[in-house]
Every structure is written in structure tokens, then in C-alpha cells.
């Protein structure tokens, strides 16, 4: 009996010891590192990056031939060869990922990140542990300083201090309201006249009961999201951005600079109200409460129209095109038997010029792991070697920009045909030697590659060679977003929210959704969010304002 | 071998010491065999038991660089957490439920099914009844989100509607009330068909002569069942739910493929629960995390044993 005591026991340790043990890097990654040489200086042999989804030349999608032109033309770039390891992580659980890796390993290791991606929320958790590297002087020195049309973007990031733990080649970006104009052509409405919040209500019960998609049954929803509000991702409301209108339901600094919680004001009770209004009248696809936002898309563009929904608030610019393409590719039609296609809805009255408006996100960032050993060769080697090149206006910020050349876009004479055969979709496009153009998807060969990681409106200092991609929709998308974005709040960042920001999230999306479909109403919702968090709240508030000053 | 040496043994076995071998010189007769073993046991070290020095960060903060020894405080910030206390209650009223649940009606089917004269009927249910099972819960919980959504994609809504039996959408899987009946429902579904073979294989094995002899005294069909079936099964239905039993903390992929922010109340499990805790969360503490897990081994282990203990009264042998 003892002895079968003890080995359950070791048992019993086992699956507690195994639950301990997480990586989230890639073992087969090399460890990185470089070398010192006979002057005494550093030199970075081998870079590994950890990325994201928006990295969009993956390894299906001709990730080999950008990293070989990457290693090229950096070699050429620093006088001496690197080596690039790129672990692109699963996009929706990336923050997990990255914590694990981090956690787990350090600089040196196989898998550990010498650079990766962070979104601003991210950052302002991680910059306080002493894992990134300060990279203020860096970029104060950076040769691509004299071509930054938007300095402000980096500038926003310091601490009160002065440092500088992530460096934004571009700006954030945010989402519009699209809106169906076969829809809006059924219902006898034009974008104009949809001016404030009863008009944009009226048009979402037009899509619900008017039957706009004309299959004879009124199935059809006015809109659908990833979520009532995306309660774990700042700025949280921008997919149901009309609905919530001056609500923040989270920590925010207010007209006169002071840190306030956002769930606890009456503006997320009047925002919870006119959700749950809507719901009630079926106006908002059930769907929405678990939705993710690859699931609320395609179900937008489905070709299954008798059940999709009208409006569908989404990232703005190149996403116009995207999601065009894809309706046109489910051979979405209005009800003249054309193609469909979408119109974007300038901000109602309500959020016009308003955070709650058409939010322009705080950018995203690279951010370089500290190895810790007070020197900075490594880290300046690896600024040097990445993200001075990201933006040197040439070879390098063409491949972040639009991906490889001969894969993803190309400048010699060439003629290809989209979508052969189908005699409404078919296009041929023809170049002459010398025209930059982007060529067919990788991933998919009837459609039109689009981007790689940076945004060529977007990013924070133009490409210099003069490889514009003159796609008309999205220059249309990124014009219409940027007439009319606001920036969004900074992120907050105290010890106590890093500690509690997942409960808070998880309770703050039980309590909304339990609000929106009428289990509880929006009183109680703020109420029982006060009861329970009320003290984390009043700390998380406190060490915000005491940072601030 | 050396069983011809140990064949000597003198005639007088009360007076004959067996010089002490020692454990090298035990081992030495089968050296070849211990060396064939050597690289499954290092593997086993490596593998099974190194990871078990883990278990120690139960007693330490860990997030991120910031690792220090903490004692207990690991397990008072748990057993002073609601919200894992209604974990664990869940896990334990979910597992049993299902466990009961899945016995029950799987020997109901198994009985059904011994009683079916045509082989083609019978074969034709079995391999029906067996199939959910081999569905990947996040299939299946995606086929009944579908199914009960309250979208009007949702066919079960949509059907009711139609039919005048309903005006309102009902919310099955975000509602309260009904979210545990429509788990062990689901769960029926898929799991019960593949219950039924360990109570089919022994319904095959009984003994023909018993249900005849029950025929020449009189027996009905019913009282057949009832006296020659059951009480053959009785003791694989005991020996299935002790072998179960041991293992009703470990429920984690039906929950975690079903539940919703709604319901968490009633649905959260410890598993879900450790789950939320080390990986939706931005730096997670993994202490705390390894905290609950090695406590929610622990548990396991007295469920074992008593499992272990139950099984030694009833059989007459343990299960480990």
C-alpha cells in the first residue's frame, strides 16, 4: 500500500509538474546571437522574430523567398550575412503565446524572440518588466528620422521618463461602418440619409423586417460583430461603434486628464440600453454574442444572403477591398442580379469627432527583448539590422510593405488573367517592364495580393522608390478612415490592472452580454460590476493618476 | 542458468541459510535484461518523472522573471477564491451527473440491444449509436451551436417557430437553466453508443443455459431481463463507474467547446478554470496555476484510492 501510495503520489505530482512546463516558441528555431569581432564590435549573425497574423506573406504565401531577399538585402545593408528566424504564432491566442515564450526562455535561447510584435496593450504591460529594451536613443539616432512624416506616433509611446520600449512603423489604423448598397437600395435608402443614431437604428429594422435580400422571408439582420464590444482588446468598442457611442468600458483618461473607469459612468448603462433595445427588437444577429471576427465576416459575405446582415463595422483601407473581394469571389449579388458592393457610412452625429467615433487605434509595435547584461551591442545590432531597414525607404520597407518581389509583386512586363473563365469576374491585368504591380495571391490565385505587414498609407515614413499600389478602393478606404478617425485613449498600464485585466474583461463581457440580451439590466450590469470590482477598480484608478503626475 | 545451481538445495531445508546475494550480484544473472531496459527507463525518467520537479513552483510566485518562493500562499489565495471553489463543485456535479447519466442509459441500449433478434437491425443501431463518438468534441460542439443557435441559422429554433410551438428563440446554450441538461445531452449523444460496448461484451458472454432454464420455468421476456441480465451486468456496471469515478476531475474538452461567459456559473470547471487562468490571462502567474492543478491532483488521488478500495470490497481485487 505504501508503496502504491508513493507512486501515486509522483503520479499526482506529474500532472501538476506537467501543467507547469509551457513553450510557446518554436524548438526548432535556432538560438540567436552573434558574434564579437577583431574591432571589438558586435556583430548579429542570426535574428529570430516573433510575429503575428499581420505578417501576411506566411509560409504558404511565399514567407521563403521574403526572408532569403530579407537576408540579402540586409547582409548587403550591415556589411555581413544574418541569418532571419521568423516564428509566426497563431494570431488569436498570440498574447498567450508570446507570455509563455517569455516566460520560459531568455535571449540566447532557441525560440526566444530577439524582436516581436505587440499591440499597445501589450506593451504598456510588458515595458514595466524589464524584459524590453529601451530603444528611445536608438531611435532618436535612426537614419530613417529625416523621412518621418508622423513623429508623434513613436512620441506617444515614451513613458514620463523619456523611454521608449516599442517603435510603431506605422499608425494604428481603426474600422468603419460598411453598409451593403444592394441593400440599401431594397430598402429605398441612401448613405446620406443616414445622419444620427435614429437613422442608422430606422435602416438596421429596414435590413431586418424589409427583406433586402429579396428571398421572400425576413431572416435577414441589420448587423452583426465580433462580440457586443471586444471587452479584452483596446479601444474595445470599435466593432459596434454607433451603439456605444461616448461609452468606454474601461480605464480612460477624461477631458481634464484624469484616469477614470469607463464601465462604472452612466454612458455604458445609455450604450448598454440601446444594445439591448436592439437585440430585443432583433435588429443584432444573435450571432454577435460569440462571434470572433473571422466568423462574423464570412458570415457577412456569405453566399448565403438570406441569413447575413447589412452593416458590418470593420478595419478600414485595404480590409474595403478584402471584403469586396470576398463577396465578389461568394458571388454576393443585389437584387438587379449585379455584384454587390459596399459603401462606407461617415460617422452619425452621435460619434462625429468623438472617441466612440471611428477610433484610430493605438499603433501596434516591435518591441526588442533586454538580454539584461547592461550592454546595449546586441539590442542596438538588432535595431540596426531590423527595424532601421524596416523603414529605408527602399528594398527592405518594399519587402515589410508588399512582400517578395517576383512572389508577391513585380516590375517586369508580364500579363495574367484572374478568375479565367468565369466571364464575369475575368480580368486581365498587363505590364509593361518597369511598372510596379502586385501579382496574384499565393494562397489565392484569383485574387490580387494585397499587402504584406506594413501598410504603405499607413506607415510612419513613405517608401522612397516610388512602388505604389493604386488600387482605387483601398486608397478610398484609407482616405474615407482618415477624414474621419480620432485617436483613440492610451492604453493604461498599473501593476494592479496587469494583474486583474483578464478577470475584468471576462466579467465585463458576462455582465454586457447578460445586459444586452435582457438577463439582467444595464443598471444591474454596472451595479454588480461595482459590487464585485469596486476596490480593484478605485486601485487600478489611484495608480494610474499617481503615475500620471 | 542459475536454476540448476539454486536445484541443489540440501535435504535439511530447515537448517540451510541461503547466503545474502547482493543487489549487483542479484542483478548480474540478468544483466542483458537490465540493459534492455536501461533506455525505456532513462526515457521514462526524462520523460515522465523530470517534469514532475514542476510541481514546485506551487509553492512559488511565478510570473514572468519574477520567481520566489512563496510557501502556501499558492493554495490560501485558492481556497479564499470563489470563483474556483464554484469550479470545483461544477466539475464534480457535471462528472458524476454524465457519469450516472452515460451508465444508465448506456445499459439500457446494451439491454435493447441484446434483445434484438435481427442481426442486421442490431449491427445497423450499434454502428449508428457508435459513430458520434468518433466526432472531435469541437465538431460536435460546433454542429449543436449551430443546431441551437438562436440566430436564424439555428434549425432548432427556426423548426419549433415554424411549427407554432415557440415564439421567442430559446437561448439553450446561454441560458442558466439550461445549459447543464443540454450538456448531458450532447454528451449522450456522443458518448453513449461507445459506453455500450464493455455492457455488450458481457451480455454476449452470459450464459445461454440461464435464459433457457428461465424459459422452461415460465419466464417472460421482462423477467428474463430482470432476472438473468441485470444480474450479470450489476457487477461490470459497479466496475465501470469505480473506474470512472477516479477520473471525474479530468472533464475539460466537452466543457470547454460548450460553455460561454453566461454561464459560467454553472459550467466552469476546474480544468476550464486553470485553463482561463494561464492562458487568457496576459502575464499569468504560473504558481498559482500549478497551485490548483497539483490540488486538483491530489483529489484525483483520493478519488483513486477510493476507488481502489471500493473496487478491493466488491471484486475482491483493486484496480491498481
Known amino acids: 500500500m505504501k508503496k502504491k501510495l508513493l507512486s501515486l503520489v509522483a503520479c499526482a505530482a506529474l500532472l501538476a509538474g506537467c501543467g507547469s512546463s509551457n513553450s510557446g516558441g518554436s524548438a526548432d528555431t535556432p538560438a540567436s546571437g552573434g558574434t564579437t569581432n577583431e574591432n571589438g564590435e558586435y556583430v548579429l549573425e542570426t535574428l529570430n522574430i516573433t510575429v503575428d497574423g499581420t505578417i501576411t506573406a506566411t509560409v504558404d504565401a511565399g514567407q521563403a523567398e521574403f526572408v532569403q531577399q530579407w537576408e540579402e538585402a540586409v547582409s548587403e545593408k550591415i556589411g555581413h550575412p544574418i541569418k532571419l528566424n521568423i516564428t509566426q504564432l497563431d494570431h488569436s491566442d498570440y498574447s498567450g503565446t508570446v507570455s509563455r515564450t517569455l516566460t520560459t526562455g531568455q535571449p540566447g535561447d532557441a525560440g526566444y524572440p530577439d524582436a516581436l510584435i505587440m499591440s499597445a496593450s501589450m506593451l504598456r504591460q510588458y515595458q514595466t518588466t524589464g524584459l524590453l529594451w529601451n530603444l528611445a536613443n536608438a531611435y532618436d539616432n535612426a537614419e530613417f528620422q529625416s523621412r518621418v512624416t508622423l513623429p508623434s506616433i513613436n512620441m506617444n509611446l515614451r513613458t514620463a521618463d523619456g523611454a521608449q520600449y516599442g517603435f510603431a512603423p506605422t499608425y494604428g489604423n481603426g474600422c468603419v461602418t460598411y453598409i451593403k448598397k444592394g441593400w440599401l437600395d431594397a430598402v429605398g435608402k441612401t448613405v446620406d440619409d443616414i445622419k444620427t443614431f435614429d437613422d442608422y437604428y430606422a435602416l438596421l429594422k429596414a435590413f431586418t423586417t424589409e427583406d433586402p435580400d429579396g428571398d421572400g422571408t425576413n431572416k435577414t439582420y441589420g448587423v452583426i460583430a465580433a462580440g457586443f464590444a471586444k471587452l479584452d482588446e483596446a479601444p474595445y468598442i470599435n466593432y459596434m461603434p454607433e451603439f456605444w457611442q461616448g461609452a468606454y468600458p474601461s480605464f480612460y483618461p477624461n477631458k481634464d486628464g484624469v484616469w477614470v473607469d469607463g464601465f462604472a459612468e452612466d454612458a455604458t448603462i445609455d450604450a448598454l440600453k440601446r444594445l439591448n433595445q436592439a437585440y430585443k427588437d432583433g435588429i443584432i444577429d444573435p450571432d454577435t454574442e460569440e462571434a470572433g471576427t473571422k466568423q462574423a465576416r464570412e458570415k457577412f459575405f456569405s453566399n448565403d444572403q438570406t441569413t447575413s446582415e447589412g452593416v458590418f463595422t470593420y478595419w478600414a483601407g485595404t480590409w474595403l477591398r478584402t471584403l469586396t473581394d470576398n463577396m465578389n469571389k461568394n458571388e454576393v449579388k443585389n437584387q438587379n442580379g449585379e455584384l454587390e458592393e459596399l459603401v462606407q457610412l461617415p460617422p452619425i452625429k452621435e460619434i462625429k469627432d468623438t472617441v466612440g467615433g471611428y477610433i484610430n487605434r493605438e499603433a501596434p509595435t516591435w518591441v526588442i527583448t533586454d538580454d539584461g547584461d547592461g550592454n546595449d551591442a546586441r539590442?542596438?545590432?538588432?535595431?540596426?539590422?531590423?527595424?532601421?531597414?524596416?523603414?529605408?525607404?527602399?528594398?527592405?520597407?518594399?519587402?515589410?510593405?508588399?512582400?517578395?518581389?517576383?512572389?508577391?509583386?513585380?516590375?517586369?512586363?508580364?500579363?495574367?488573367?484572374?478568375?479565367?473563365?468565369?466571364?464575369?469576374?475575368?480580368?486581365?491585368?498587363?505590364?509593361?517592364?518597369?511598372?510596379?504591380?502586385?501579382?496574384?495571391?499565393?494562397?489565392?490565385?484569383?485574387?490580387?495580393?494585397?499587402?504584406?505587414?506594413?501598410?504603405?498609407?499607413?506607415?510612419?515614413?513613405?517608401?522612397?522608390?516610388?512602388?505604389v499600389d493604386n488600387d482605387p478602393l483601398i486608397q478610398e478606404g484609407n482616405a474615407f478612415f482618415t477624414a474621419n478617425c480620432v485617436d483613440a485613449y492610451p492604453a493604461a498600464s498599473s501593476a494592479t490592472l496587469t494583474d486583474y485585466e483578464a478577470d475584468l474583461a471576462e466579467a465585463k463581457k458576462a455582465l454586457v452580454n447578460k445586459a444586452v440580451v435582457g438577463e439582467i439590466t444595464p443598471e444591474e450590469a454596472v451595479q454588480q460590476y461595482k459590487d464585485e470590482f469596486g476596490s480593484v477598480s478605485d486601485t487600478i484608478v489611484e495608480e494610474l493618476n499617481s503615475a500620471a503626475q | 542458468m542459475s536454476t540448476n545451481e539454486n536445484s541443489k538445495v540440501p535435504q535439511n531445508e530447515t537448517t540451510w541459510v541461503a547466503p545474502k546475494k547482493t543487489l549487483a550480484q542479484r542483478m548480474k544473472p540478468y544483466m542483458g535484461f537490465y540493459l534492455m531496459f536501461l533506455p525505456v527507463f532513462i526515457f521514462v525518467l526524462i520523460v515522465y518523472y523530470w517534469p514532475m520537479l514542476g510541481v514546485r513552483y506551487a509553492f512559488y510566485t511565478y510570473k514572468l522573471r519574477d520567481i520566489h518562493f512563496i510557501g502556501l500562499g499558492n493554495f490560501a489565495k485558492l481556497f479564499a477564491e470563489k470563483e474556483f471553489w464554484s469550479a470545483f463543485v461544477n466539475t464534480l456535479i457535471l462528472s458524476v451527473g454524465k457519469l450516472l447519466l452515460n451508465t444508465f442509459v448506456a445499459v439500457i441500449i446494451s439491454v435493447f440491444l441484446n434483445e434484438m433478434l435481427n442481426l442486421f437491425c442490431k449491427k445497423f443501431v450499434q454502428t449508428i449509436i457508435y459513430l458520434p463518438h468518433f466526432m472531435s468534441w469541437a465538431?460536435?460542439?460546433?454542429?449543436?451551436?449551430?443546431?441551437?443557435?438562436?440566430?436564424?441559422?439555428?434549425?432548432?429554433?427556426?423548426?419549433?417557430?415554424?411549427?407554432?410551438?415557440?415564439?421567442?428563440?430559446?437561448?439553450?446554450?446561454?441560458?442558466?437553466?439550461?445549459?447543464?441538461?443540454?450538456?448531458?445531452?450532447?454528451?449522450?449523444?456522443?458518448?453513449?453508443?461507445?459506453?455500450?460496448?464493455?455492457?455488450?461484451?458481457?451480455?454476449?458472454?452470459?450464459?445461454?443455459?440461464?435464459?433457457?432454464?428461465?424459459?422452461?420455468?415460465?419466464?417472460?421476456?421482462?423477467?428474463?431481463?430482470?432476472?438473468?441480465?441485470?444480474?450479470?451486468?450489476?457487477?461490470?456496471?459497479?466496475?465501470?463507474?469505480?473506474?470512472?469515478?477516479?477520473?471525474?476531475?479530468?472533464?475539460?474538452?466537452?466543457?470547454?467547446?460548450?460553455?460561454?461567459?453566461?454561464?459560467?456559473?454553472?459550467?466552469?470547471?476546474?480544468?476550464?478554470?486553470?485553463?482561463?487562468?494561464?492562458?487568457?490571462?496576459?502575464?499569468?502567474?504560473?504558481?498559482?496555476?500549478?497551485?490548483?492543478g497539483l490540488f486538483k491532483s491530489l483529489v484525483g488521488m483520493v478519488l483513486m484510492l477510493a476507488s481502489d478500495y471500493a473496487s478491493k470490497r466488491i471484486r475482491g481485487r483493486g484496480i491498481m
Open chain 2, 139 to 292: 465538431v460536435v460542439a460546433a454542429i449543436f451551436t449551430l443546431f441551437l443557435s438562436t440566430s436564424s441559422t439555428g434549425f432548432v429554433n427556426e423548426t419549433l417557430k415554424s411549427w407554432g410551438w415557440i415564439k421567442q428563440s430559446i437561448d439553450f446554450l446561454h441560458s442558466k437553466a439550461l445549459w447543464r441538461p443540454i450538456f448531458y445531452m450532447i454528451d449522450l449523444w456522443k458518448e453513449t453508443g461507445w459506453g455500450t460496448v464493455v455492457f455488450f461484451a458481457t451480455l454476449s458472454g452470459i450464459d445461454p443455459g440461464l435464459y433457457e432454464a428461465a424459459e422452461l420455468d415460465g419466464a417472460t421476456r421482462l423477467q428474463k431481463i430482470r432476472y438473468v441480465t441485470m444480474p450479470a451486468l450489476s457487477n461490470t456496471i459497479i466496475i465501470v463507474l469505480i473506474l470512472n469515478l477516479a477520473k471525474v476531475l479530468n472533464i475539460f474538452e466537452p466543457v470547454f467547446v460548450l460553455y460561454n461567459t453566461r454561464v459560467l456559473e454553472v459550467s466552469d470547471v476546474i480544468s476550464t478554470y486553470i485553463y482561463r487562468k494561464t492562458f487568457l490571462t496576459a502575464i499569468p502567474d504560473y504558481g498559482y496555476t500549478t497551485a490548483v
Open chain 1, 379 to 467: 539590442e542596438q545590432a538588432i535595431f540596426d539590422a531590423l527595424f532601421e531597414t524596416m523603414l529605408d525607404g527602399d528594398k527592405v520597407q518594399t519587402l515589410w510593405t508588399y512582400g517578395a518581389e517576383g512572389v508577391h509583386w513585380s516590375t517586369e512586363a508580364e500579363e495574367f488573367t484572374l478568375n479565367k473563365g468565369d466571364a464575369e469576374k475575368e480580368k486581365t491585368y498587363t505590364y509593361e517592364a518597369g511598372q510596379f504591380h502586385l501579382r496574384p495571391n499565393p494562397n489565392d490565385p484569383n485574387s490580387l495580393w494585397k499587402k504584406n505587414h506594413l501598410d504603405a498609407v499607413l506607415v510612419i515614413a513613405p517608401l522612397t522608390n516610388g512602388f
